[in-house]
């Protein structure tokens, strides 16, 4: 994967198919887990520009968006302006930086995980962030590659 962030924030935004076909995969796990979203509060680690960001919005009550690139997080909030969505806010930090007495009901990473230097001490720490019986979601080449129940 490149990781240079410049070519990263010009990957497009889902077209209207490509989204809707990406909000149904994730419907379809969640109905097949019976998670009922709907209420729910993420924090999703690796927004970027936030091309699951727009998504995440339309399945979930709040989404905190995490990236640790000021300019990606930049992109992310022009479009929650110019979309006038009011249930995301961002953060510009690393995760492994990242405080918060919040918890939340489910954290994503998106295409963030393996960048992770330390895998294990990321996923423990998610254990601390969840609410009771709280999910963790791993997003990986556009696929949900699992979904854990902690």
Known sequence: MDNN????KKIEYFNEN???????????LFNLHKVNSKNYSV???GSGHGRYT???????????????????IDLLN??????????ISTVVSKFED???KS??????????LL????????????????KKNGYLVIIDKTEVSGILKV
Not at 5 to 8: A, E, G, H, L, V
Not at 18 to 28: T, V
Not at 103 to 112: C, E, G, N, P, R
Request: with cysteine; hydrophobic share 45%; charged share 30%.
């Open 5 to 8: 962030w410049k070519t990263w």
């Open 18 to 28: 490509a989204l809707n076909l990406q909000l149904n995969k994730l419907n379809s």
């Open 43 to 45: 924090l999703e680690i």
């Open 54 to 72: 727009i998504i995440f919005q339309k399945l979930f009550k709040k989404v905190l968006a995490l990236d640790p690139e000021s300019e990606l």
């Open 78 to 87: 022009d479009k929650i302006l110019e979309n006038g969505i009011d249930n």
């Open 98 to 100: 990242f405080n918060t």
């Open 103 to 112: 918890k939340f009901d489910m954290i994503l990473f998106t295409q963030s």
């Open 115 to 130: 960048w992770m230097p330390d895998k294990q001490k990321a996923i423990l720490k998610c254990d601390k962030l969840l």
